[in-house]
């Protein structure tokens, strides 16, 4: 096996706990909203090719439902406004690991949610157990809409790649989606974790003898 280097976080999922608002406030089913955050034209709002407001025609062509400028941005505040803070047992166990490895993040975030994050640090909205931003050197943190690629291709592990020019059979990628993970070993990414529990997580890091 060979030996992990890079350290591969997921922030929506893993980090943070994913947001389950936007099929509500739409109203529309969780299943409907899912195919159409899977299109690839709603794909670019992520990649921070479109703004959210552009993003009903591409919703409208897909579900069939009224969905107009005023409810996306309706979508947009409630997110904001309650959006769940971060894990702080996740926190705490990047604070574990030690420094002979690189951490890095990788996230699908779009630029409102960003933008939102650092805010949420920057003026104390977490408490220190939740922030997690200064965990990370800002150049080794990759979002979605910077690099203008999702986890759902290998060009958004490539720009991992161009940053840490180190080989990813040296990498641990930890994500809460499986089609995510599959890519990333496609790509050639060494070492996967599936993030099901922040307990789970901490026994298959000490396996991988990342932690002690």
């Known amino acids: 096996m060979d030996e992990i280097r890079v350290i591969l976080w997921d922030i929506g999922g893993v980090i ?4 389950r608002l936007p099929p509500k406030i739409l109203g529309i089913s969780p299943e409907k909203y899912a195919r159409l955050v899977d299109k690839e034209e709603y794909q670019l709002y992520f990649k921070g090719l479109r703004s959210i407001e552009e993003m009903p025609p591409f919703a409208l062509r897909y579900l ?56 949420a640090h920057e003026k104390g909205l977490y408490p220190p157990e939740q922030q997690y931003l ?3 050197r800002d150049g080794d ?6 690099i203008h690629a999702t986890k759902k291709e290998k060009a958004a592990f490539a720009a991992v790649y161009d940053v840490c020019r180190i080989d990813p059979k040296y990498w641990l990628f930890i994500d809460d989606r499986q089609p995510n993970l599959s890519v990333a070993k496609e790509f050639g990414v060494g070492h996967v974790l599936l993030y099901t ?16």
Request: aromatic share 8%.
């Open 64 to 119: 069939g439902s009224e969905i107009t400028p005023a409810n996306i941005r309706q979508v947009k505040a409630a997110i904001l406004a309650t959006w769940e803070p971060p894990r702080p047992d996740v926190v705490a166990l990047i604070k574990k690991i030690p420094d002979r490895f690189r951490k890095m993040v990788l996230s699908t975030v779009p630029y409102d949610m960003e933008i939102f994050a650092r805010e």
């Open 134 to 136: 200064q965990l990370f």
């Open 16 to 19: 943070q706990p994913d947001d």
């Open 141 to 146: 943190m990759l979002f979605s809409n910077r």
């Open 197 to 212: 529990t922040t307990a789970k997580l901490e026994k298959e890091l000490t396996m991988l003898g990342v932690l002690a």
